[in-house]
């Protein structure tokens, strides 16, 4: 079977947490993956997300995979593959939770609190977090100065911290990030367009405000195992394994499909925990 990570770069995942792959999309994927961003049905399906100084970051998310260049990156091969062998399970297994474009604007785009994924995912009622993990694709440079995302580098291996709101979003447990935060190298990861980095469910990470004149946009798709049912989420693609398609779907198909997905509003993500 098509082999997409190196067995360094499986390692290196396990002991870390993450993995940046550089340059998994190229730059005419990329523009076409940017342009997707600026459709009008992601712009009018974005939700605002305060942090606790007031700055907003926006936030459009769906759950099953189309035919639009979103969806054919997130079922591509190359991801679906490299997830597959980061959860050490079969590409059959792969289900796609959902995705979401990330939209940090100059100067008004907000941070994100050190949380977990799985510290939402947990109140949907999935009970592996081994079983998700994250992919961040990213379509602008993200750096320092624009809010690249930060990690607590092996904080993975901890277990699932306590989850509160702070403002409108969900933070972990404070006592326990800064107890973390003296075991833990942070990193910030800063990526080119067309990189990608690959996340686990439970490692901490935040983000800081866009303090910068240049926009950080990013699309992060989250994928799950079949066995790993949730009981208390009614979206049904995370556990329908992925129709795979070939890499060469995305430039094949470029904008000729309109984006037409289950979006999810506002009121659903708080009450659903999904973000
Ligand atoms: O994009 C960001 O800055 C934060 C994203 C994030 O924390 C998440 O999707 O869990």
Not at 32 to 52: C, E, S
Request: aromatic share 10%; with cysteine; glycine share 6%.
């Amino acid at each position: 079977m098509k082999k997409i990570l190196s067995d360094e770069e499986f390692r290196s995942f396990q002991q870390a947490g993450y993995l940046i792959c550089r340059t998994m999309f190229s730059e005419e994927e990329t523009a076409l993956l940017y342009k997707t961003a600026t459709d009008d049905a992601i712009t009018t399906n974005a939700m605002d997300f305060r942090d606790t100084t007031g700055k907003d970051t926006k936030l459009t998310l769906w759950f099953t995979p189309g035919e639009d260049a979103f969806g054919l990156m997130s079922r591509s091969e190359r991801l679906v593959y490299a997830v597959g062998e980061l959860l050490q399970n079969k590409p059959e297994e792969v289900c796609h939770f959902h995705s979401k474009v990330m939209q940090k604007q100059p100067l008004t785009g907000g941070a994100w609190e050190w949380h977990q994924d799985y510290g939402y995912w947990y109140k949907n009622g999935f009970l592996y977090p081994d079983a998700m993990i994250s992919v961040m694709v990213a379509l602008t440079e993200a750096t320092k100065e624009n809010g690249c995302l930060q990690v607590m580098k092996g904080s993975h291996k901890m277990q699932r911290f306590e989850h509160n709101f702070v403002g409108e979003q969900q933070g972990a447990d404070i006592d326990f990030v800064q107890e973390a935060a003296k075991i833990c190298e942070l990193v910030y990861c800063e990526l080119q367009p067309g990189d990608v980095l690959f996340f686990h469910s439970n490692i901490l990470h935040r983000s800081d405000a866009n303090t910068s004149g240049k926009s950080r946009w990013s699309v992060i798709s989250a994928y799950n195992l079949s066995y790993n049912k949730p009981f208390r989420e009614k979206h049904l693609s995370c556990i329908e394994p992925i129709r795979i398609v070939a890499d060469s779907a995305l430039l094949a198909a470029g904008t000729q499909q309109p984006v037409q997905v289950d979006f999810l509003k506002k009121q659903d993500e708080i009450t659903l925990h999904v973000k």
